[in-house]
């Protein structure tokens, strides 16, 4: 039982060494999370003025502050379900510009970005009409075939659609915000 105390000791002994010589996180933690809520209020108040707002901090505590602002100005970049989205996703892009301070890697994925939320739109926009015209030739075809005349029909009424919509939207989605993670990751590391 000694030997198992003086084992439990030295691991007690080695975990409060590791602690104190691991760096205080949590001034960083308090820095990234005012950074965040800096963000959050300029997202939510078009008037807020980022770089202004860097500015009440030391160089060193900007840092940690810059990186908080930009976590929260990307995780509102998402794709554009409704037009709501699409403005704060577009203001969440320019709150990154202003913090990038004119660097031209963050500025190139930046454009990317933003080329991205453009395409989506289209892109779904073209994937739900080829698929509409699809299921129309499709049940048009079956009306024919039973000797009937090919009606104008409505192919939201067929219940294949609405499950290839949604298996669909589900690729693209996928497809767009992997690409949209990508940079957004490069982003974050730049800062």
């Given at each position: 039982m000694a030997e198992i105390k003086s084992t439990m000791e030295m691991v007690l002994e080695r975990a409060a060494r590791m602690a104190e010589a691991a760096p205080d996180v949590s001034d960083n933690d308090d820095l990234l999370k005012e950074g965040m809520?800096?963000?959050?209020?300029?997202?939510?108040d078009k008037e807020t003025d980022?770089?202004?707002?860097?500015?009440a901090y030391g160089a060193k505590d900007q840092?940690?502050?810059?990186k908080g602002m930009a976590k929260t100005l990307l995780r509102n970049i998402v794709l554009p379900r409704d037009e709501?989205?699409?403005?704060?996703g577009q203001n969440a892009l320019q709150g990154i510009l202003t913090l990038s301070q004119n660097n031209h890697e963050i500025q190139t994925i930046c454009q990317e970005l933003g080329q991205i939320l453009n395409q989506y739109g289209q892109h779904k926009?073209?994937?739900?009409?080829?698929?509409?015209?699809?299921?129309?030739?499709?049940?048009?075809?079956?009306?024919m075939a039973r000797g009937m005349e090919a009606?104008?029909?409505?192919?939201?009424?067929?219940?294949?659609?609405?499950?290839?919509?949604?298996?669909?939207?589900?690729?693209?989605?996928?497809?767009?915000?992997?690409?949209?993670?990508?940079?957004?990751e490069m982003i974050l590391q730049l800062f």
């Open positions: 809520k800096l963000a959050a209020e300029y997202l939510k980022l770089q202004a707002s860097l500015g840092i940690d502050v810059k709501e989205l699409q403005l704060s926009e073209q994937s739900t009409q080829q698929l509409q015209e699809a299921i129309k030739a499709q049940l048009q075809q079956q009306q009606d104008d029909v409505n192919p939201a009424m067929h219940p294949k659609y609405n499950e290839e919509l949604t298996r669909m939207l589900m690729n693209l989605n996928n497809q767009y915000n992997d690409a949209m993670n990508q940079r957004k």
